[in-house]
């Protein structure tokens, strides 16, 4: 059986009505059973029957909010305040709020003249549909949610490190490079990864987690760069993905040799081929084959 799920939304104008109905089309082509007023209640049907019938027996409502849906939610006025009364009752009755989605057509997210959002969906996140919005990412944001299918699932816990008694000694001496102490410092791959998804491919957890000495792997490297006094607009910091290979392993930090020469090494000397790196599994980019 599909998902099944209710349009809550104002008959603000024509245009709005079109848009919620091109909205239902959408999602009912990606597999989700829409229920609009517009298709499935007839001259001389009852309305507040749809209404009550469809927020107890759908899985998801989602609530178009638009300012006007804002003024009738809150003055309890037409179907918009009749439809209200009915969610709040299924809230104050222990209704799992994650049944009804928030979607913002127009106004604002926060309190005052321009707000769209109810005052009983305060703090529930929203998905922003606004003009300018891109309309696919939104939509896939809803699909998601019916779905239950996260764009970014947590990973699996992996298992802690050994700390063994033989090198809780090392385990205090290691640490990461900062700019302000070694002139140079690593970027997280995996933060970077997850701005950008799409663009930033770095290995699996489990690969990054088991490399072995002579291991080859890629990091990204900030650079300390002395100022140029003939240009006061050049740069403090020079960014360069070398390669390192893996010595050995310290509790949860790896101990590598840069095998690469820094482009900057004529302007520093802080990093050099054959320097020692520390790092961590979440600072490798890539692991040579």
Request: hydrophobic share 35%.
């Amino acid at each position: 059986m599909p998902p099944k799920a209710l349009i809550s939304y104002s008959w603000d104008s024509e245009e709005h009505k079109d848009w919620v109905r091109e909205l239902a089309e959408r999602l009912r082509m990606n597999g989700v059973d829409i229920r609009l007023d517009q298709w499935h209640v007839a001259p001389g049907q009852s309305l507040t029957q749809f209404m009550e019938v469809e927020i107890t027996t759908c899985d998801f409502v989602l609530i178009i909010c638009t300012k006007n849906y804002y003024i009738k939610s809150l003055n309890r006025r037409g179907g918009v305040g009749y439809e209200q009364q009915i969610i709040s009752g299924h809230l104050a009755a222990g209704q799992p709020r994650e049944k009804f989605i928030p979607i913002v057509r127009q106004g604002s997210f926060e309190p005052g003249d321009d707000c769209a959002v109810p005052p009983h969906f305060a703090g529930i996140f929203a998905v922003d549909m606004r003009e300018g919005v891109e309309f696919a990412h939104s939509q896939d944001q809803v699909l998601r949610t019916i779905f239950k299918t996260p764009l970014h699932a947590p990973p699996t816990i992996g298992q802690p490190p050994e700390w063994g008694a033989d090198v809780m000694d090392d385990v205090e001496e290691i640490r990461l490079a900062t700019l302000d102490l070694d002139g140079w410092e690593l970027q997280s791959g995996l933060a970077q990864n997850h701005r950008t998804p799409e663009t930033f491919y770095m290995p699996g957890e489990k690969e990054r987690r088991a490399l072995d000495e002579g291991d080859v792997v890629k990091l990204v490297f900030e650079i300390a760069i002395p100022p140029d006094r003939d240009d006061p607009e050049s740069p403090e910091t020079f960014g360069e993905r070398m390669w390192v290979i893996v010595k050995r392993r310290v509790g949860p930090y790896y101990v590598g040799e840069l095998n690469n020469i820094p482009v900057t090494s004529d302007e520093q000397e802080n990093l050099a081929l054959g320097g020692e790196v520390v790092f961590l599994p979440e600072h490798v980019i890539d692991i040579h084959d």
